[in-house]
C-alpha cells in the first residue's frame, strides 16, 4: 500500500462514499464554511476517520498545483497495478477486454480525464508507457474525480513489447489517427479490443501505429482537425461499448 493526498470536493467525497476505508484523515482548512466541505467533515467523522483543522498553507503545500477546495484526506491507495498482471486482467474478462492505451499524455489534467472515461467505461486496465509520459499525480487524480482508484493502470518499460503481447492474447488493436479514410464507426469493436491514443501534439508514435490492426479517425464535420485526447478517449471508449450492448 501506498499513501498519498486526495484534495479538493469532489474527489474527498468520492473517496468517502466509494473507499471510505482507505481514508486514514481528513484535514479541513481552518474557518473553513463551505457547507459541503463541512457536510464531508461530518460524514468522515460517522465513519469514525479523524478529522484535523489545519491552515491554508498547510493544505497548499500538500495539494501543489491543484486546487484544494479547503478539504483534503489521506489516502491510502490499492497496491499499483504491474505488467505482469496484465494476463490475469485479461483472462479475467476474456472476450469482454477493454483496453485503453495512451501513448505519450503529458498533461496530468488529461490523464485524469482519461481514466474517469475508463473507469466509467469499466475497462480492464488503462497502459501508459514508463518514459516520457505524466504519471499518476495529485493533479491527475483530482481529475479523474475518482476513476483512478477504480481502474488498473499500469507503466509498461516497452510499449511495443507490451502491444505485441496483446495481440499474442488475441486482442485487437485500433489505433486513432487524423490522416485515415477509415472512422470509429466503421470498426468492430466487439470482442478482445485495445484502443490507442497518442500523446496531446504529436499523437501516436510511428512504431505504435505499425503495430495496430487498424487506423481509425473520429470523424468531424467542422472546421477542427483533432480533438483533445481525454475528449476523444470517451468518444471511442462509448463507440465500443454501444457496439457491444447491441449485440446482447
Not at 30 to 37: E, I, L, P
Not at 125 to 130: E, L, Q
Not at 206 to 214: N, Q
Request: charged share 25%; glycine share 8%; aromatic share 2%.
Amino acid at each position: 500500500m501506498s499513501e498519498s493526498w486526495i484534495v479538493g470536493i469532489n474527489p474527498v467525497e468520492g473517496a468517502l462514499s466509494n473507499d471510505a476505508e482507505r481514508v486514514r484523515e481528513v484535514l479541513v482548512e481552518n474557518g473553513q464554511r463551505n457547507a459541503r466541505v463541512l457536510e464531508l467533515a461530518e460524514r468522515a467523522k460517522k465513519l469514525d476517520i479523524p478529522v484535523r483543522h489545519r491552515p491554508r498553507d498547510e493544505l497548499d503545500r500538500l495539494a501543489g498545483e491543484a486546487r484544494h477546495q479547503g478539504v483534503a484526506a489521506r489516502y491510502e491507495a490499492a497496491p499499483a497495478a504491474h505488467e505482469s498482471d496484465l494476463a490475469r486482467l485479461l483472462e479475467r474478462d476474456g472476450g469482454d477486454s477493454l483496453v485503453l492505451v495512451l501513448d505519450g499524455v503529458t498533461d496530468p489534467h488529461n490523464l485524469g480525464a482519461c481514466l474517469r472515461s475508463a473507469a466509467a467505461a469499466k475497462v480492464t486496465a488503462v497502459i501508459v508507457p514508463k518514459d516520457r509520459a505524466v504519471g499518476l499525480t495529485p493533479v491527475a487524480r483530482r481529475a479523474s474525480a475518482g476513476g483512478a482508484d477504480r481502474v488498473p493502470l499500469i507503466a509498461v518499460t516497452n510499449l511495443a513489447r507490451t502491444l505485441r503481447e496483446l495481440k499474442d492474447a488475441g486482442v485487437w488493436i485500433t489505433g486513432l489517427a487524423g490522416d485515415t479514410d477509415t472512422t470509429i464507426y466503421g470498426i468492430d469493436f466487439k470482442g478482445p479490443v485495445a484502443l490507442v491514443l497518442g500523446s496531446e501534439g504529436e499523437g501516436i508514435r510511428r512504431l505504435t501505429r505499425e503495430l495496430c490492426d487498424f487506423v481509425a479517425k473520429i470523424p468531424m464535420p467542422g472546421a477542427m482537425e483533432s480533438l483533445n485526447v481525454s475528449v476523444a478517449t470517451g468518444v471511442v471508449l462509448f463507440e465500443a461499448l454501444r457496439q457491444r450492448s447491441a449485440k446482447l
